[in-house]
């Protein structure tokens, strides 16, 4: 089944602790995306690559880091820089930038005590 | 100003309504439009794309504003598994996607 897939569902960290999401798509897509959901807010654009190797700052960057050394992962960590990380993070694909929908995978809940 | 915003609601319809969300965008280049579902602690999925000369998908109808900077969504004989939050979605130069808050709806039998 072509799909994307996030690991874990769930993730319970201390304050101070780096965490890194997983993010994997067997869709072949160029184009992978990092957001996080926050109760009453649409969805923040994190990072985004459009190609192996090239990763972009989106609108609430601080605190994250990102790599794309593969085609169909997109690692996102959470630094201890981010002031308020606990979130639903949202890793999306799509086959490029211009204009083609995203797919999601099912999300990570990231709570930080 | 926001570059995508909703009416959060909530809708709340009885089975069999039809029910209107329009959604409205800052950016007068926007380039491609879409509508998403979202089920309650669920990732959004894809409802339709909104073409300039507006599409049906079965119950449901997208169209497409310029002029006045809005898409819409129609869902035309509510069943109650259309209660979600439905999200409007903006593409805009320099290829970053912007997301409305939302729009809940709640269709009771």
């Known amino acids: 089944d072509g799909g994307i897939t996030q690991s874990p569902k769930y993730l319970f960290r201390k304050e101070g602790q780096n965490v890194t999401l997983s993010c994997e798509q067997n869709?072949?897509?160029?184009?992978m995306y990092w957001y996080r959901q926050d109760p009453g807010q649409g969805l923040r654009l994190i990072y985004y690559s459009q190609i192996v190797n090239d990763f972009q700052k989106g609108d609430i960057a601080e605190g994250y880091s990102v790599s794309r050394e593969k085609k169909e992962s997109f690692p996102l960590t959470v630094t201890s820089a981010q002031k308020n990380p606990t979130a639903f993070y949202l890793c999306?694909?799509?086959?490029?930038?211009?204009?083609?929908?995203?797919?999601f995978g099912p999300g990570t809940r990231l709570t930080v005590t | 100003r926001k570059e995508v915003e909703q009416d959060p609601g909530p809708f709340n319809v009885p089975e069999g309504a039809t029910v209107a969300f329009n959604c409205t965008y800052s950016n007068s280049a926007s380039q491609s439009f879409f509508w998403y579902r979202q089920d309650c602690r669920k990732e959004p999925k894809l409802l339709m794309s909104v073409y300039s000369s507006g599409n049906e998908d079965g119950r449901f109808t997208a169209q497409l504003n310029r002029a006045s900077q809005y898409i819409s969504l129609l869902i035309r004989d509510s069943k109650l598994s259309d209660s979600a939050t439905y999200l409007c979605v903006v593409l805009i130069p320099g290829n970053q996607f912007y997301f409305g808050t939302g729009t809940s709806l709640t269709v009771i039998p």
């Open positions: 869709l072949n897509h160029d184009a």
């Open positions: 999306a694909s799509s086959v490029g930038t211009s204009g083609y929908e995203q797919y």
